[in-house]
């Protein structure tokens, strides 16, 4: 149902982002999903999730290449048509062939949705087929900078499309970092507003450690180190197995769990599996893959120290859950995780990638007494709710041409 917001206006969004769960890829950015369903409690809000696709597709994008037409997320209606994206080079023009695979598809589902305005997730390719299908649609964009712009601004084709977009949308960051990046490219700080992701905290909350660890099948006392992150190569997975040794002559009954997805075509899981193997690892690593996100918190509450050795990271939601259930955090101070993890009172920080300091950082993190419920109060205080009233401020902005 449509509601009325300040003025009169009706607030119906198109929310773009090739970033969604899917039937095939059911944890493929819930941090997006989890937005959405807030902002769809008071806006009316349908969902375009493009599957990039090649003539084979399947040979690099397995996983996606299994996601419908169309689906139902609870209570959002999502699409996921195709769009033109050629591996390897080809990626720099993703912005261009995304637009123009979805134009006719948007302009016949604006017969049946009136969309008023677009909220593309992701600055590149998402943001920029988002100007281009606003321009064409005469509808105005908000774009929310979410992380890969940290890499897509390397490159200068693709910097130089992200730039057109930037200017050319209302801007958001979910991290003082990213406005810092939309900085380099021109865009002036005050055009950029911070809104940072948000916690559940129905589902993320301090809850029984022994409980926890007999429903996952885990032993009672022993100590466990714990990362949430896709397998792909800067989420420091590979990192924290090279500290193992050292760890285990301290802890030698030390278990390190790591949960993500496989990662796609740049997939490290193969890797670490062989690494394990190869190293007989196996009594002391477990790696769960695609674990679905109701299941997180079990293991969080199951953790003594959650740790994330990454190389760039914007608003790390794992953190931010892990936080929200009174588990101590190890990570890298890079991008954004500064801005959620105070070092010394919810974790440790160590520069990317000081090997001894972070395996360092983790034995003191396990031995530490810390106030718990204190970073639970502070992380939980941030809800979705919260994130999804703002960004409603800036679609209504948007509408009236702010």
Known sequence: MLQLVDGGEKVRALLLSSVFPNAAQPTHGVFVRERARRVALQCAVEVVAPIPWFPVNRLFRAAAAGAPPAERDGDLQVHHPRFLSIPAIGKCLDGVFYFASLVSFLRRLRQRF???????????????????????LGCPVVLTLRGNEVVISRFALRRAQLRYALRSARVIAVSESLRDLAGTLGIPPERVRVVPNGVDGARFHPADRQAARAALGLAPARPMVLTVGAFVPHKGQEEVLDLLPELRKQYPDLLYVAIGNRGGADSRLPALQRRIRRDRLEECVRLEVARPHEEI????AAADVFCLATQREACPNSIIEALACGLPVVATS??????????????FLV?????PAFGRAIAQALQHDWDREAMARRAAARTWEMAAGDVIEELRSAMRGV
């Open 334 to 347: 890079v991008g954004g995780i500064p801005e959620f993890v105070r070092d010394g009172k919810d974790g």
């Open 297 to 300: 918190p079990a293991w969080l």
């Open 114 to 136: 009136a969309f008023d305005v677009i909220d593309a997730q992701f600055g590149y390719p998402d943001g920029v087929a988002a100007v281009l299908l606003g321009k064409a």
């Open 351 to 355: 520069p990317y990638f000081d090997a």
